[in-house]
């Protein structure tokens, strides 16, 4: 699967961006650090970090409950307690979220930047995605690692559920699946085989799903002129860990950690 040819369009048909805007409706959390000022009032300007209760402290008002609160609804909650402790009759007061904490969730794995993402103004598998910077794709050789065709994603509490990323990306919104605080979504490295023999490229390659072995020929730059697909080798290791040999057929599928030894030709 080419990630990168359809990574981007598939962000475009959904709707995604990573950009970080301040929105409106997003629930101030634990950890999250608030910018607050009244206009006219610089004493009133503060930078506060919610507390594990939801609560913040603020001048003239002591504690104040901001917990669940979008950041407009913390702007109205101070106006409201300026105005009712007779401190200031019409204030203006702006609350900016600086630091995003309290729904943060993590992409680890194949991606090209994983780490930590706050869910600001998107909360769905491919806005994590797409905030990560996209699943890894090693064209060639998998040594360097490349991104598997299926993700987990693992809830806060434990549970988890598979993303099927070729469906994804193919425009499928049962596999965008919403993200919550805490959740991590995890791309696996794809599984790999090994081509060795009359081939152009030998080496370690992606396994791609339902790949067959006249497929993993090509991944491998296709034959030499000695070469033929009529005499290819394949071992396997069966469940017990035992290398079986076995010839196959170009037609026939591929299975993780397979090596194919294509032979000359008889001719």
Do not use: W
């Not at 594990?52 to 109205?76: C, D, H, K, Q």
């Not at 930047?113 to 806005?127: A, E, R």
């Not at 069966?238 to 993780?256: C, N, T």
């Amino acid at each position: 699967m080419n990630f990168v040819r359809v990574f981007g369009l598939v962000c475009l048909c959904f709707g995604v961006t990573v950009a970080r805007a301040q929105p409106k409706d997003y629930p101030v959390g634990a950890g999250d650090l608030l910018q607050i000022s009244v206009s006219g009032y610089p004493e009133l300007s503060i930078s506060e970090r919610v507390g594990e209760s939801g609560n913040i402290s603020f001048p003239y008002l002591n504690t104040l409950s901001v917990g669940g609160r979008s950041s407009a609804e913390v702007e109205t909650l101070i106006a409201r307690k300026l105005v009712e402790g007779a401190i200031i009759r019409h204030p203006q007061v702006s609350v900016l979220v600086t630091e995003f904490q309290s729904q943060l969730a993590s992409v680890m794995g194949e991606v090209n930047k994983p780490g930590q993402y706050p869910l600001i103004t998107s909360h769905h598998v491919l806005d994590l995605l797409a905030a990560a910077g996209g699943p890894v794709v090693t064209p060639g050789l998998a040594g360097s690692g490349a991104a598997a065709d299926e993700a987990t994603l693992v809830r806060k509490d434990g549970s988890s559920t598979r993303i099927d990323l070729t469906a994804l990306l193919a425009g499928d919104p049962r596999q965008n699946l919403p993200v919550g605080g805490g959740d991590t979504l995890f791309v696996p490295r794809a599984p790999q085989f090994y081509v060795y023999g009359e081939v152009q490229r030998a080496g370690v390659y992606p396994l791609q799903r339902s790949m067959t072995v006249g497929q993993a020929i090509s991944a491998g730059g296709g034959l030499t002129p000695k070469g033929t697909d009529r005499r290819v080798l394949l071992k396997r290791r069966d469940p017990q860990g035992v290398e079986r040999q076995f010839q196959v057929s170009a037609a026939d599928l591929l299975e993780p950690n397979d090596v194919l030894v294509v032979k000359q030709t008889i001719f």
